[in-house]
């Protein structure tokens, strides 16, 4: 259930993260902005049948520790990269943690039906299902209050600014509060990845 929860946390940052992308990197597009998410889902394109490669070696459980630390890394990258306000590495933090999200996935679905009796793995998935919804729930909630506290004005605040330097320094200072959640994401996801092995 915790690794569903992450799936869902993890997933439904990337609606937040479009806005985060516009803003903190003075994107003049939406459509730039939206490559948060294509970064992200193109690592399922690439990483789905590699996966399978991958799991053969390594088998369900070291698959999953393997899955959430490679999420690590990438929260590490992007959490750095996005506080320096450098759009194209934090693209690669968001394609290696959907790389690392796709591993996980492609471990946990079946491992969730074979932790039980069979005939109780579509129940099972239903409660996977849910403990990933209640994260898409929360991680907006979660990510706004953290980093979009008072960002409603930011843009004419830049707007006004009077010289660049005085812009940099407004959008170095928003750019700046996604680095601690980040962090934590990826401590997190090293600890989980500890557990899952032992």
Known sequence: GTLFFIFGFVTWLNGPLITFA????????????FMVTTAFYMAYFFLAIPSSWIL???????G?????????????????????????ISLVGLFVIGSGLSLLQTASNPYISILGPIETAARRISIMGICNKIAGIISP??????????VTDLEGTVAAAPTQEAKDLILNEFAAKIYMP?????????????????
């Open 56 to 62: 053969e070696k390594t088998g369900m459980k070291k």
């Open 22 to 33: 516009k803003l903190a990197f003075n994107l003049d597009t939406y459509a730039k902005a």
């Open 141 to 150: 909630i979660v990510i706004s209050a953290l980093v979009f506290t008072g």
């Open 182 to 198: 980040y962090m934590i994401m990826a401590v997190v996801l090293i600890l989980l990845s500890i557990w899952i092995v032992k």
């Open 64 to 88: 999953m520790a393997l899955g959430l630390l490679v999420m690590a890394i990438g929260t590490f990258i992007f959490g750095t990269f996005a506080t320096q306000r450098n759009y194209t």
